[in-house]
Each structure stands twice: as C-alpha cells, then as structure tokens.
C-alpha cells in the first residue's frame, strides 16, 4: 500500500513539474502549489475556529473555495495549463477573503479577513513579475475601497452573535496568520532564488575551468608547433666542396 502510494505521489509530482521545466517554472509551481495549500489549510482552520467558538456563520463559501481550488489543481494535473491554474488560483486568493468578509458583516465584525486578499497580488509579483502584479493590487485597492465605503450598512456583526472579544481574537489571528504566509512565501522564494544562483555560479566556474584548461592545452600545441618547426630549420644540408683544376 505504501509503495502504490509512494509511485502515484511520484506520478502526480512528475505531471505537476516537468522535465521540460526550467529552474525558475519549477519555482513558480512549486510556491503556487504551496500557497494554495496553506490557503487550504486556513480556510479549514477558521471554520472549525468559528463553529468551536459558537459563531455560527456559513461555510458555503470557504467550502466552495476548496472545491474550486482542488478542481483547478486536478485540471491542471489533468491538461497541464499552468497559465489557467494560476489565474484561477490568484482570483480565489483576490475574491474569496473580501466574499467571506461580506458574508459575516464589516471589516471589524469579519476581523480583517480581507487582508487574506493581499495573497493575490503579492503572490503574482513572486510568481510572475511586478509589472504583471500591478492589476492585481489595484483590484485589491479598489475592493477595499468598496467594502469600507459600503462598510456603514455592514456594520450588524454584533447584533449577529459577534462579540468584541471574538473579534479580537479573530484580528490577532487574521494578522498573525497572513503575515506568516507572507513570509513563508517569499523565505522560500528567497531560498530557492540563492540556491538557483549558486548553481549558476557552480556552472560558470566550471566552464571557466574548462576554458583554462582548452587555453592551456591550445598553447601548449602552439609550442610544440613552434619547436618542432625550428628543429626542421636548424637540419643542414650537405657541403659541396669546389673542384680543384
């Protein structure tokens, strides 16, 4: 049983990242994937946190988030489209935080979960550039504006079983939650770019050692050359002596 499953994580891991892969789109997959699994993660955590604490709020939508998010991965495990699953991935990461958010009420009662959303155009920057994670912020920047401005007719998360004491909580864990995800993504980025450097570095070394080494062998021949042709120059011809009358 342990080697099937060895052999089947061995079979989706090699359909996931290709040999055809360079370094940096294995790195770009591989910190979409772990991002999503810590997405995952809290978006389970914070539900049995809710319902063990007697909030009683619906779980539609953290739910549906995890069936869109594994039926995206499994797509993709299906047709390889990375390009499909990270746009798929980084709209959940943008849209879902502000949802839940309207869902429970305003950014208080909700405990500042919209800042889940900086996920999206944070994660863009590390997985494609800055230049492409421009839209991204600015949709962000733009919900955010629209929940604070439509924030007065929200504000009814007490009135919902939401006390100040659990919104305390929840915004200690909003914070605290998103900001290690933050970290862990870019430490590892941070990691995986070093090691990519010194690869590289290794990989120059190497050809430099080999370009001594054609130079070294080069001059050597070029001596050799050298000698054996003034040895043929210095070979006398024979002395022909005048005839004496």
């Given amino acids: 049983m342990l080697a099937r499953t060895r052999a089947w994580l061995k079979t989706m891991s090699e359909r996931v990242i290709t040999e055809q892969d360079s370094e940096q789109d294995r790195l770009n997959k591989t910190l979409l994937i772990f991002a999503c699994g810590l997405m995952g993660f809290g978006s389970i955590l914070w539900v049995a946190l809710y319902w063990a604490m007697g909030i009683k709020f619906s779980s539609n939508v953290p739910l549906a ?26 709209s959940l990461f943008l849209f879902v935080p502000f ?14 979960v919209a800042l889940w959303a900086l996920l999206a155009p944070v994660g863009v920057m590390i ?18 504006m629209v929940s604070g401005f439509f924030d007065y007719w929200l504000t009814w998360g007490v009135e919902s079983g939401v006390t100040m004491q659990s919104i305390a909580v929840f915004f200690t864990l909003n914070f605290a939650a998103m900001s290690t995800i933050m970290y862990l993504l870019i430490s590892y980025f941070v990691r995986q770019r ?10 120059n070394r190497l050809l430099r050692l080999e370009q ?17 042709g003034s040895r043929t120059r210095r070979v006398s011809l024979p002395t022909v002596l005048p005839m004496s009358p």
């Avoid at 494609?128 to 421009?134: D, N, P, Y």
Wanted: glycine share 4%; net charge neutral.
């Fill in 212 to 228: 001594e080494k054609s130079e070294a062998c080069c001059s050597i021949s070029c001596l050799r050359r050298s000698h054996a």
């Fill in 65 to 90: 988030y995890l069936a869109i998010s594994v039926a995206s991965l499994a797509y993709y495990v299906y047709t390889r489209n990375f390009e499909l699953f990270r746009t798929l991935q980084v």
């Fill in 194 to 203: 070093d090691r990519l450097q010194e690869a590289v570095d290794e990989q």
């Fill in 127 to 144: 997985f494609q550039g800055a230049r492409q994670s421009l839209p991204w912020f600015a949709a962000y920047i733009v919900l955010t």
């Fill in 99 to 112: 949802i839940v958010q309207w869902s429970i009420g305003s950014f208080v009662s909700s405990s500042g």
